[in-house]
């Protein structure tokens, strides 16, 4: 059975609603018009990541020779552009002699996969499943 | 900020928040869901920390 036009700019507008609610935290639920979640989103999730940065915690680099810092860097991946303006501001090198070393990475960490499921929740908003 | 116990409840503070906000769309179950997690957050890292005291590493 062939897509029809009005399925495929459906299917489109979900690709840009998802690579946007991943860019900016919140702003899939701002573009669904779910107004308080996105701000809510929008402000927590860089503020925990900012956080992660200020404990001197470590944006992981993508080492597929080391698995497990490949899956660190994947879900520091998660929180969007956040990841690239702190890499490119010289953030996140992290300083495994701090004592706030793990916290730091803790919260980049999570910051980075609760992005991820907010992004799936404004999925599960545009296709009326919530 | 180098208080492990302010780190944890920031941190229980944003994950209680995040989860609260997608789980739930009125504000009453938000503040109700949140609050339940948080509270399940820091009574979980308080009972685990003295259950693993006994032990030193």
Request: glycine share 10%; proline share 3%; net charge neutral.
């Amino acid at each position: 059975m062939r897509a029809t036009a009005a399925d495929e700019t459906q299917s489109g507008a979900l690709v840009l609603l998802c690579v946007a609610s991943w860019a900016i935290p919140g702003a899939g639920h701002l573009w669904l018009g779910r107004r308080n979640k996105g701000l809510v989103f929008l402000v927590a999730l860089p503020l925990m990541f900012a956080i992660g940065l200020a404990l001197r915690g470590r944006i992981f680099p993508f080492d597929l020779a080391d698995p497990l810092v490949a899956l660190a860097a994947l879900a520091d991946f998660g929180i969007g552009l956040t990841y690239f303006v702190a890499a490119a501001l010289g953030y996140g090198a992290g300083d495994v002699r701090a004592v706030t070393y793990e916290y730091g990475n803790a919260f980049l960490i999570v910051a980075g996969l609760l992005n991820v499921l907010v992004m799936i929740d404004a999925y599960d908003v545009a296709l009326g499943r919530k | 900020m180098h208080s492990h116990l302010f780190l944890l409840v920031l941190f229980a503070l944003f994950v209680s928040l995040v989860f609260a906000v997608i789980a739930r769309d009125d504000a009453r179950g938000q503040i109700k869901l949140g609050g339940l997690m948080f509270a399940g957050f820091i009574a979980s890292a308080l009972v685990l920390g003295w259950l693993m005291y006994p032990f030193p590493l």
